[in-house]
């Protein structure tokens, strides 16, 4: 990867008050208004004896993720091609790929560190214990992010304009974050549709954070489930990604 490309990009995000907010700052907000619920901090039977608040942890890591992966790459790439940068791109020795590799690692480094942000939140405002199974969860957020990356490029790959990928990215955006849990945690929905949730790469990751965080080792069918997803998104976006 280009090291100027990818410094040149991080200044580009930092410029974009808005990617800033939604992506890095607003999960642990969201998370810090609702564990000011006094509801939030008492044991709730439905989570099998977890505050709400500790269940909302990691689902304000996914919320990082899903918006990274279905807002903001997508209006990032698909406003490149639009304004021909990629085009232009490929008369001089830095190829497109470089940006690519460049605004996905960029994406990826703010997802993480909103996530790192969230678990501080939780942990030091309101108790909420760090992940028992650090390994586990970390290599449960690192597929999230993987699966979430490559939807984010399919999303581009199919959007000849920022219009069109902000209207599917929208049109993902909600599907995903239900799934991840932000209205009803995944343990907490009805038995059928917690199985079919858990089939979809926010859901499925939803559960191995869950479980990592109670100290167990990811399952291996969610991790499964993660893995999956990436690699058919990643195959999904390199056979429609086009550079004009």
């Known amino acids: 990867m280009n090291t100027a490309v990818l410094r040149a990009e991080f200044r580009l995000f930092r410029r ?13 907000l969201l998370l810090a ?4 619920i006094p509801s939030f901090r008492d044991a709730d039977d439905s989570l099998g004896g977890l505050r709400p608040v500790d269940a909302y942890v990691p689902i304000a890591v996914l919320i990082a993720l899903i918006m990274s992966g279905v807002q903001t790459l997508p209006q990032a790439l698909t406003g490149y091609r639009e304004r021909g940068i990629l085009r232009r791109m490929r008369l001089t020795p830095v190829r497109p790929t470089a ?4 605004q996905m690692t960029v994406q990826g480094t703010v997802a993480l560190a909103s996530a790192l942000l969230a678990l501080a939140v939780g942990r030091l405002a309101f108790g909420v214990r760090l992940p028992g199974q650090p390994a586990g969860y970390l290599l449960a957020l690192l597929l999230a992010a993987a699966a ?11 959007s ?8 599917i990215g929208s049109a993902v955006f909600f599907p995903m974050m239900f799934c991840a849990g932000v209205w009803i945690p995944v343990r907490a929905m009805p038995h059928t549709l917690a199985q079919v949730v858990r089939l979809t790469p926010f859901g499925a990751a939803a559960r191995a954070l869950d479980q990592a965080a109670a100290g167990h080792w990811p399952g291996w069918d969610h991790l499964g489930v993660l893995t999956a997803w990436a690699v058919l998104l990643t195959a999904g976006a390199a056979r429609w990604f086009r550079w004009e």
């Open 160 to 167: 000849r304009t920022t219009k069109i990928a902000s209207a």
């Open 33 to 36: 208004i609702l564990g000011s």
């Open 16 to 28: 974009e008050p808005g990617a800033v907010f939604w992506v890095f700052l607003f999960p642990a």
């Open 99 to 102: 940006l690519l590799a460049a």
């Open 148 to 158: 979430a990356l490559a939807l984010g490029a399919v999303v581009s790959a199919l």
